[in-house]
């Protein structure tokens, strides 16, 4: 509904929504998540659809069908705190992504000074997503040092305090658009 009054101001941009791994595997899940945005008018690709490994790992062939068949109708898919699970490097291929999220844990530790060893998987992390073309994101990104670290590396986004704490939507809908 929110999205919806966006598309009614002339904002174009893209919502990503969190699911869990219940929600994915439910026999249900796609025909509702598109009877929903069809009532609302909500064009598919403004949807990021974001799953952690953990919803990779739940029943990987219910969870590939499902997502293939979203992927078809226009949903875009991110891996959020990528690096922490458990899940098979082998997934990444097979499934429809679009996205990797660099969990929080790993941007912690990296900087242009930083002596610990967080960088090497955070710029392990980059490189895969290159490889797999798809974007990288960084989360929880809270110093300079950090976002200049990232640019350095490549990284295709970011958020994060650095940038600002979560809004609420009243701030959203009082956006002016120039």
């Not at 595997?25 to 609302?40: G, I, K, Q, T, W």
Request: proline share 3%.
């Amino acid at each position: 509904k929110t999205l919806k009054q966006f598309i009614a101001q002339g904002l174009d941009l893209s919502v990503a929504i969190n699911i869990s791994a219940k929600q994915i595997v439910m026999p249900d899940f796609a025909s509702s998540l598109l009877a929903r945005v069809d009532y609302y008018g909500i064009p598919t690709q403004m949807l990021m659809l974001e799953l952690t490994e953990t919803a990779l790992v739940v029943d990987i062939d219910t969870v590939k069908l499902t997502m293939d068949q979203l992927a078809e109708c226009g949903f875009r898919f991110s891996i959020d705190d990528f690096g922490t699970g458990y899940s098979s490097l082998a997934y990444l291929k097979e499934l429809p992504i679009s996205e990797l999220k660099i969990d929080k844990i790993f941007i912690d530790d990296v900087g242009i000074h930083s002596n610990r060893n967080g960088s090497p998987i955070v710029d392990a992390i980059i490189e895969m997503a290159r490889a797999l073309n798809v974007t990288s994101i960084a989360e929880g990104v809270e110093t300079l040092e950090q976002v200049e670290y990232l640019i350095g590396k490549g990284c295709n986004r970011f958020q994060g305090y650095y940038f600002s704490k979560p809004m609420p939507v009243e701030h959203w809908h009082s956006i002016e658009l120039k």
